[in-house]
């Protein structure tokens, strides 16, 4: 089995690492990850005819390693045309994440956009979460029940053309996790998004402005105001028990089916909008 595998947290994440370690023993992997911390990219690619540095990392492994100074679908965009040109990987696996990807925050994760860049190839793909934001957060889990949900989402996979799979799990003790569940993708919305720039906020995570491609030393120009996005998710009462965030908290794993074709086909048949002009 070919396996291409990429984060939206850079190569130097101990996520994608532990997942480098976990997929190895299902084939041959190939990592190409985004030089710099990209999350919240969601599907963006790099346009415009800008520079785009790549370079090969033999020290790293196990598998074959490279980074690409680029989006996480940028690096699936690289894979495909160059190591897997003439053959498409069998998957695509992006994470581990750190931070969950559930719920509304499946809409801009950098994780899942690569996830999606494989869909619309044609490619089984899976976004991988950790719900933490620890840059030395424990797998554990991950390394104990992921390859079963691997082998599942591989016996299950109906084949459907633009199909991915979102997979959460909760940062807990492996030994308090109750199980795996199917889940649907939580509603909810971020409210008090914007804070005033504080580093400390994200020391208190483990995180340094470094590591998010940052400098330590603020610099703005006369006027400007430094604000950060670190707002607080307001839940939608309309959710089910099996939205993937209230599986989470109640102690699962949650694994969400998601499509690449977004339409709402009930809608488009009750939408009287057909014409036709004269010429």
């Known amino acids: 089995m070919n396996i291409l595998l990429t984060n939206d947290d850079g190569f130097r994440a101990k996520g994608i690492h532990v997942l480098a370690e976990i997929m190895s023993s299902f084939g041959d992997v190939t990592v190409i990850a985004p030089k710099k911390h990209q999350s919240g990219m969601g599907m963006a690619v790099s346009l415009g005819f800008k520079q785009v540095a790549y370079k090969e990392l033999p020290e790293e492994g196990p598998g074959t390693w490279s980074y690409l100074d680029a989006t996480p679908a940028s690096c699936i965009k690289y894979g495909l045309n160059f190591p ?9 696996v992006s994470g581990i994440n750190h931070g969950s990807n559930a719920a509304s925050a499946s809409c801009y994760s950098g994780t899942l956009g690569a996830a999606r860049e494989g869909a619309l190839n044609g490619i089984l793909s899976i976004g991988v979460s950790l719900d933490s934001l620890n840059p030395d957060a424990d797998f554990s889990a991950v390394r104990k029940f992921f390859p079963e ?47 005033e720039w504080d580093p400390e ?23 400007e105001k430094l604000y ?3 707002g607080d998710f307001q839940d939608d009462p309309t959710n089910t028990s099996q939205a993937d965030h209230h599986l989470m908290a109640e102690g699962y794993i949650a694994v969400c089916p998601c499509m690449i074709d977004s339409t709402d086909y009930e809608v488009a048949e009750q939408l009287e909008i057909d014409r036709n002009f004269a010429e």
């Open 84 to 92: 897997f040109l003439e053959h498409k990987p069998d998957v695509i």
């Open 228 to 230: 950060m996005m670190v």
């Open 201 to 223: 906020r994200l020391r208190h995570h483990g995180i340094t402005p470094e590591m998010l491609g940052q400098s330590s030393e603020a610099i703005v120009e006369p006027g």
């Open 149 to 195: 949900i691997f082998r599942n989402i591989l016996d299950s996979d109906p084949k459907k053309s633009g199909i991915y799979y979102n997979v959460n799990f909760p940062c807990i003790p492996t030994a308090r996790i109750k199980g795996v569940r199917r889940a649907c993708q939580g509603k909810g919305v971020w409210v008090r998004e914007f804070r």
